[in-house]
């Protein structure tokens, strides 16, 4: 009789030890505190997917386990959140490429053999403003659960997480935000003038690059503001010693407009494009040029020199000197946003919400 | 005095002539656009990843209205603030 209550009793705690719930933080360093951004999310307000891409060193103990659920915690504002619903789609893959080479395009990322985890109404909690400090914990009042209905098992490397979410008429939560985490690594930018026609305000400042896509494994992204549906030329060069006025050139520019580049490196059109609301057409057009920086050593500390020219106005636009990060962000993510009824978003390198997985 | 907008874009407190705007935003944008009413008066501001932007107000009259927004495409997010004379 005792070998086999031994024997019993061995399978028991195997049995046990391999349906052990296990809690999983990304990234490690915000399991107990509250990490330094924070981030919106999918369906809680309005319709949004976020794809986050995931590096496989964030994963390791998660190997070979089957997730069961996906949570989100409140990021540690001094404030009380209103609770609410929200309509989400999860889906999880073993995604084709890491986040430093992720897509701007959420089916790129995600690959084949996605597995649909859940879909269904999810509830964000009502939740008191949290205790003054870093520490928070993952208590019911602080997270957005997604139990799986689906098993994923993971076999390693770079994880997709996508969710697609829909608000939920009379139960949105306007201001729920989850926890989420940058990396200090930034690109530089210098401004250097030239601007020039009736946009960007008193200092004719209508082009920006914002540093934080100036990042190895991100796209930087040019943008303009100028008169609806015109067309754009972004130029990009090396910066010119001294201002060129666009009249030498036989330009019928207003006073003012000068050429800040001392060469044509390549030249990129893009139309200015009105907001699609009625209400917000006086804001003119906006015009987008997205180069892909790639994770490449030899673009590491590149510079180069950005300025517009508008056509009808014939006017160029402030002049910014920028320049890639000097390495690539090492947070080990990637999150994608975007509409749910466009293919593409906005991709982030250097920010990502913080997620906890819970396995099995 | 509460926050103005919500859904991955707010205003926290007044906004005052001459000072700043306190802005938070919600998404992974990271530009965000102020403009006194017209296309020519937009202007850009990086955003920093971290809690909260300090934007400085443009220098308008007192009871304009200014429109900040992220995005774009469908996913561009508005809220309206107006300034205050101090």
New interface residues.
Partial sequence: MLPFRIVVGCCLSGFAAAQSVQHHVVPASAAAVDADSFGWLAGASAPLRQQHLVAPQHLTGLVGRTLTALEFRRTAAAEAYQGGLMNVAVTLAHAPHGPLDASATFAVNLGVGGVLVFAGDVALPSSPAPSPGPAIGWTPDNIVRIAFTAPFVYLGGPLCVDVVGAPVAGQTADWWMADAASDPVVGATTELGGGCGAYGGVAKRWSSVSAYTLLPGAYASFEAIGPAWSIGICAFGARSAQPIPLALLGFQSPAACSLMLASLDAMMLAPFVPAAAPALQHLGGHASVVLRVPNDPAVFGATLTTQWLEWTQQATSNAIEWTVANAPPSLGMALLEGHPQEPSGNLTVHLAHVLRFESQ | MS?QG???L?VIGPVVQGGTITVEV??????V?V??????????H??????TNQLPV??VPGGTVL?L?V????????VLVEVLAP
């Fill in positions: 926050p919500g859904s991955g707010r919600g998404s992974n944008d990271t530009t656009y403009s006194a009413g017209s296309a020519g008066e937009t202007v850009s990086a955003v920093v990843p971290g809690k443009p220098p429109w927004w995005g774009k495409g469908l996913n561009r997010r508005v």
